[in-house]
């Protein structure tokens, strides 16, 4: 496996727990938090770099079940960081989310969770 694979196996997994972290805290909060906002901005930094290491490092191609599962697994959490901005602008931290928020931040997590769990179930069947 090439160092920038590596590289990039070690920052899915810190995004991996900044959006445990992050959907714990919306599902708590429910709420534009700065703890709610930070997390999901830190964990989809991590995710946009660890997926660029990863489609740099890949000598198959990007288009598998798991590229596509990621690519719309990762578009679905900037969607939901971009709306969670959003609210927090428009209107700050002490309005609620919506439930319909709530509901796609879970169901994106999910899928997020697929990708993830399909990409550990590829490398740990290469070893």
Do not use: Q
């Not at 590289?7 to 727990?17: C, K, M, P």
């Not at 969670?84 to 989310?97: A, C, Q």
């Amino acid at each position: 496996m090439s160092y920038i694979i590596i590289f990039g196996v070690i920052l899915i997994h810190i995004a991996f727990v900044l959006y445990t972290i992050f959907i714990i805290k919306e599902t708590k909060y429910k709420r534009a938090t700065k703890g709610v906002v930070g997390f999901i901005t830190a964990a989809v930094s991590f995710d946009i770099a660890a997926t660029g290491c990863m489609m740099i490092g890949t000598e198959k191609e990007f288009f598998t079940t798991h590229g596509i599962l990621g690519y719309t697994a990762l578009f679905l959490m900037l969607l939901d960081a971009f709306y969670i901005w959003k609210h927090k602008m428009r209107y700050g931290s002490e309005v609620p989310f919506s439930d319909t928020l709530n509901r796609n931040s879970k169901l994106a997590y999910v899928l997020w969770i697929l990708a993830f769990a399909s990409g550990e179930y590829i490398a740990l069947t290469k070893m």
